[in-house]
Structures are given as structure tokens and as C-alpha cells.
């Protein structure tokens, strides 16, 4: 598609110079520019109609050729639009000049015929250029890419070979500041990542033995060794170039809209001309060549060549803009729902938290020690399980100690000495057993508990010193998400398979106005259409996993935490970062989108409600006429600002 545009620009461009050139001795040559500069006829010579017939014809067969061939290409398709009036005007123009060179009683118009198509052919050029530029981020993506990597062989050495002849399983050198060849997994080295025209990631991302890479980052300050575990069109920017080239592509509801306006345009730009040449002959004392004029300036200054951009290109850019920002679009139509999502659903674990075990409340019973401590010595005694809770604790420590003499008691915790000393890591039971009491922290234990928390207890030389509990982490974006979209209208609720204590204190945690706990994957689409029966536009947000029949019920399905897998089937947007916000900015972005696509189809169509009786010769009366050249700028500048404003989204992205 870039190249077909780049020699559509190139022919454009050459046939607006030639024509241009010619345009000047059309203009010397032209009786009504004579007069209008005051010239005498001594600059006449004897054959100069010929003459000026012959370049207006060169200009009309050479740089009218374009239009031309789209009024064949147009009438086969059955649709007519903006070549079909563009034809049919300059063809009417050159026909009737040439008649009246040929003997009709008349006066040609050749000038304003060369002028025209000058402008015509100007306009297509600049409006292809910028077509080109909506285009080119599909060429920017395919430029992250390297073009050689740094195969590491058996023996040790290396050989740069090209990225396309690279397997799976091959392991290949990055250097300091050198991007990244192929997805893989690191099995040597650290260094941070930059992955923010990837994914939108604006900081770097930190990278050791068995963190995952992607093919287009830009490595950091240290070497990194890899292996290959995705190449081709498997890989991540395949996948992402892909899904954006599908989304340019995919059918916008607000352009099967311009697609009819377009159409009607046209039928009202053919009548409208025929209309206004038959009232200029019925009921003026113009003569013939005037009307001729005023039925060809209404039928270019209506041509719908704006309409027929002013929503691709929006789709381009705001296609582009998302890939850019770690938003990956799949289906358009939906998409352009975001606007109007009344209610947004969102799972709960690996969405609105990370999905892994955390301390949320360290508990002191011993004045002695602070809760660093505690956790220092839980840690020291859970390094050797590996347990979901037992990892969340050690995480949590700061400083870490070490345990010696270590036993595990089945169910019931783990033991070992730290720095000389007893330390246990039990659970409730555990107490219960050996009737350890809690005393005045019993009322703290409980509520505790009823947050659907795990709470476990640490014994220090059989006293009881402190507890801890953990659970599924709450994001930190998750509350500032929540509060953002219900300031804007928005329902937030929650759907998971967890308990209802977690799910309540989850929802109460981050202020969701409703949740829905214990709910299996079957039965979560019903619950999407249970949401839907209220009258809400409604979107869900889950991991795209157990949630697939979730996210296809939905009216908009947003697959959150994709990481480096994108083909998520059932999402019809894919957001790469595992952050809530991001929900946000889609919608945000889909109603710059939809504002713009409206502002461009005002553009585009709007001023014709003005134009076109001007062009008919309404103000005739008070000397406001205006001629073909100038119809033809207007419609020109209408399709250029079109295109600006289309090229504007990013400002109202970046701002939103």
C-alpha cells in the first residue's frame, strides 16, 4: 500500500508541473484575460484559438487523465462519486470551449478549464502525500526491527546473520544500546529494556536470567544472552504490525455513513448542476457559456473527496497512535462502542490485581520488635517453601536473614532457627492446637479474616511476637482507574470466581459500585448479559483466558496483561501493558477518535450547504460569483484540512 501511494504522489506530482507550465501561455493566450489585464488585441495572431485549443487539450487529455480513468472505474463499480463529478465538469468545460473554437457562437473558457484540473491535480497531491503519512506506521513499526543479530554458535563464537535466518531455540548476543532481533527468553546477563514503542512502557523495564524480550526494544546499559522462542510472523511486532493493518482496514460504522452522504452528494452535485444551467438559460439574459460555468464551479466545488478521507484517515492515525501506546485494536465497530460503554466490568485477579499473594497487615504483639523485623524473621523460615504465601512473605522483606535447622510441620507452618533463636511460621490451627491465645488482637485477627485474608502467626522462643496477613494484591492504578471512570459515568464492577469476603474487600478497597463473587467461567457471560438487559453499552476487562466467553458477550471485550501474546481471538481490543489505566485511555482515545471523524465529515460536507447555491450564482446579484478555479480551491482546501484535522488526533490523544 506505501508504495502503491508513493507512485500515486509521483504521478500526481508530475502531471500538476507539466499542466501548470502549460497553464501560462493558456492564460497569455485567453481572450477574458486580455481583457481583464487591459491588453489590446494586437497580441492576437492569426490561428491562436488553434493554438490555445491545442495546450488546453494536451492539459485536459494529459493532466485530466486521472479523473478520467476514475469515472470508468467509478461507473463500472456502479458507484459514482468525487472522479465521476470531476470528470464530468472539465469534460464539459473542454467540450463546450471546443465547440465554440469550432464554430459554436459562444465564448470557451479554456483558462478557467487548465486552471481547474492545475488545481485539481494539486490538491490529489498533497492529499496523497498525506495519506502517506497516515500509512507510514506500519513502515515505522517494520523499522524497529534490526536487520542482523549476533548468533552465538556451539564453540562460543559469534556470526551476525540476518534476523529472518534465525530458529527457534538459537541463542543470540545483545549488545549495550542495540535492539533487541527476536522475542526470546534471557538465559544470561542484566541490563533494562526500553520498550516504550512497543508497548507504550514508558520507563525501562529491568532484564535477567529468564525475563522475557521483545524483538524492536532498545537494550540498556548491560549484555544480554538470549534464546529464540518466537521468529517470523509469530512474533510479537508480526502479530502487533498485523493487528493494526486489520484495524485500517476493518469496516467503521461512521464510514459506511460518509460512504452514503458521498453518494448523495454526488446525485446532488449532478442535479444541482443540470439544475442550475437550466434556470441560467431559462430565466437569465446570460448567455450559454455562463451557465455552463455556474453548473460545472457546483458540480466541483461538491465533489465528495473529502468525505471519502475524512475517516480513513482517522482510523489510520488513531490506529497508529494505540499500537504506539500498547493499545492493540482488532475490531473498529467496537471500538468506536468505547464511547458510549456505560458500564465496565472488570475481573478481578491479574486485572485489577497482580495476581499473586502480597503483605497487606503486619500485626505487632511484642512492643520489642517493629514490623520489618517480623517479616525479616518470617522470611528467614518461608525461603524454603515454595508456597504461594510463603513467597508473598519473603518478597516482603526488606532485610533478609537465614535459617538453619529447618522442619516443615505438615498443614500447620514451618520452623527453623534464625540468629541463635526458635522462629515458627504457623497458621490458626496451629494456635488452636497448642492452645495459644490471641488475647486482645482476637477483634483485629478477625476482621482480618473477614476481608477473606490469610493471616499466619510468627512464634519467636514459643511467644507469640506478631502475625501477618496477605492476599491477592490490589494494583496501585486500580483505584485511580476506578475513580476516574465513575467521575466520567461510568458503572465499575467486578466478576471473579472468589470468595465473597476477598471480593468485598476488594471491592470496597478500590470503590466499585457493584461485584458479582463465586461466579464459574460459564457463568460469566450471563452475567455480561444480565448488565446488558439494564440498557448499558457494557464492556469487559479480564486476562482472556478463563474469561473468553466473558469478553465475547460483551460489547466491547478488552483483553488486559496480553504481555507478548496478541492473538487473543475473543479481545476486540488487546491491551499489552498489564495496567487498568489503560482501559482509560481507550476510551478516551475512542471518543477523540469519533470527535474528530464527526469534525472531518463537518469538513467535508458541511460548507456545501453554503457553497453550493454561491457556486449555483445565488449572490450573483451583489457581484459574488465564483469561477471554476475557484470552486475547485475550496473543495481542494476542504479535503487538506481534512486531512490536518485527522493528523491533529495526536494532540487530542496525548491530552485526553
Known sequence: MPHKHSSMVEDFRKRFWVSLILTFPILFLSPLIHEFLGLTD??????????????????????GLPFLKGIVDEIKKRKPGMMTLIAIAISTAYIYSSAVVFGLAGMGFFWELATLIDIMLLGHWIEMKSVMGASRALEELAKLMPAVAHK??????LQDVAIDTLNLGDRILIRPGEKVPADGIVIEGLSSVDESMLTGESKPVSKQSGSPI?????????SLTAEVRKTGRES????????????????????????RAALILTFVA??????????????????????????????????????????????AVSTAIAATHGLLIRDRAAFEKS?????????????????KFGVTDTLIFDSQFNKEEILSLAAAVEAHSEHPVARGVVASAKT????????????????????????AVVSPGYLRENRIPLSDQQEKIDQLSAQGKTVIFVILNGKLVGAIALADLIRSESKLVITRLRDEGIKCMMLTGDNKLVAKWVAEEIGLDEYFAEVLPHEKAEKIREIQRRGLTVAMTGDGVNDAPALAQADVGIAIGAGTDVAIETADIILVRSNPQDVAAVIDLAKATYNKMIQNLWWAAGYNIIAIPIAAGALYKYDIVLSPAVGAVLMSLSTIIVAINAKGLRISAKSA
Open 339 to 355: 464511547r458510549k460503554i456505560g458500564a465496565i466490568i472488570f475481573d478481578k485477579t491479574g486485572t485489577l490485581t497482580q495476581g
Open 270 to 315: 449532478v442535479l444541482g448542476g443540470a439544475i442550475t444551467l437550466g434556470l441560467w438559460i431559462a430565466l437569465s439574459n446570460q448567455n450559454f457559456a455562463f451557465a455552463i460555468e455556474r453548473a460545472v464551479t457546483v458540480m466541483v466545488i461538491a465533489c465528495p473527496h473529502a468525505l471519502g478521507l475524512a475517516v480513513p484517515l482517522v482510523v
Open 152 to 157: 552465538v554458535l556451539q564453540n562460543g563464537s
Open 214 to 222: 521483545i524483538g524492536g526494544a532498545v537494550n540498556g546499559e548491560g
Open 400 to 423: 533478609k536473614k537465614f535459617v538453619t535447622a529447618f522442619k516443615a510441620l505438615p498443614g500447620r507452618g514451618a520452623q527453623g532457627e534464625v540468629d541463635g533463636k526458635s522462629v
Open 42 to 63: 494586437r497580441l492576437r495572431f492569426r490561428g491562436d484559438d488553434y493554438v490555445l485549443w491545442t495546450l488546453s487539450s494536451v492539459v485536459f487529455f494529459y493532466g
Open 236 to 259: 510479537y511486532l508480526s502479530q502487533v504490525i498485523d493487528l493494526v493493518k486489520e484495524a485500517q482496514e476493518s469496516k467503521s460504522k461512521t464510514q459506511d455513513l460518509a460512504n
